[in-house]
């Protein structure tokens, strides 16, 4: 299965208020992201979903998140974990993989809508 996109989505545990974008969360929780890039998905997810308790809508938890459910084959709690970054109250800049900087809301929907192309693609 192609995730192209969402393996370029993975966020870091960073983020940077830029240009009307809100301020980080007070503390960043562990992304996940040497789990994710190692394989690791069923520690990576674990993290996630331990972090998330204690910083829940964090945007970069969740693209992450639903990255990592998105390798673990559960499709439909990849696609919550990402609408729930695009709806979060909190809106930031997160680094991806590749060191650039992009708005949390824009990469859940390309993770989202590349989740669902390659879904339909599949059948």
């Not at 964090?58 to 390798?71: E, F, K, P």
């Amino acid at each position: 299965m192609a995730l192209a996109i969402i393996a370029a989505a993975l966020a870091l545990a960073q983020a940077a208020q830029v240009g009307g974008f809100d301020a980080a969360p007070p503390a960043q929780a562990d992304a996940a992201y040497e789990e994710l890039a190692a394989g690791q998905t069923e520690r990576a997810i674990a993290m996630l979903e331990a972090s998330l308790k204690d910083t829940p809508g964090d945007a970069a938890l969740l693209i992450n998140l639903g990255t990592a459910y998105a390798r673990g084959g559960r499709m439909e709690e990849a696609r919550a974990a990402f609408r729930a970054a695009i709806a979060a109250e909190d809106r930031y800049r997160v680094q991806l993989a590749d060191g650039s900087w992009e708005d949390s809301r824009k990469v859940a929907r390309l993770a989202l809508d590349s989740l669902d192309r390659t879904a339909f693609a599949a059948r």
